[in-house]
């Protein structure tokens, strides 16, 4: 079951390693996966990005807008300047973050993505 709500004045903390996370700065859409996010989490979360933007009453669509998967870890600057201190230590914290970022690594996966490319993982 996935549940949006809108976060306001929002941090990095706010963001949960066990869930998927939406950012919309209008032109841009990002979608962050936690480390903890199962496989339903995932593909849920990138369909309900997509589905936020076609329903949009502004206009906007697919095409105009960029839709960008995040991994935890791996945030890009365009993704981190949305949050006010971003401390790129902040998961380091974590025992188990070497051991998610070795599995990321050595997997060859990328810190960012487009949802297109991702939710065709789930296709195929």
Not at 2 to 20: A, K, R
Not at 39 to 64: C, F, H, N
């Amino acid at each position: 079951q996935v549940f949006l709500g809108e976060v306001f004045d929002f941090s990095q903390e706010d963001l949960v390693p066990e869930d998927g996370m939406i950012l919309d700065t209008f032109d841009q859409v990002f979608v962050w996966i936690g480390r903890g996010a199962n496989e339903v989490e995932k593909k849920e979360g990138l369909q309900t990005a997509q589905q936020y933007v076609e329903g949009d009453p502004s206009g906007r669509d697919i095409d105009s807008t960029a839709l960008i998967q995040i991994k935890q870890g791996f945030e890009p600057v365009n993704f981190t300047c949305y949050f006010h201190a971003w401390n790129p230590m902040f998961w380091r914290q974590d025992a188990s973050y070497e051991t998610y970022l070795q599995k990321i690594t050595s997997a060859g996966e990328s810190e960012a993505t487009t949802v297109q490319e991702e939710l065709a993982v789930y296709t195929k």
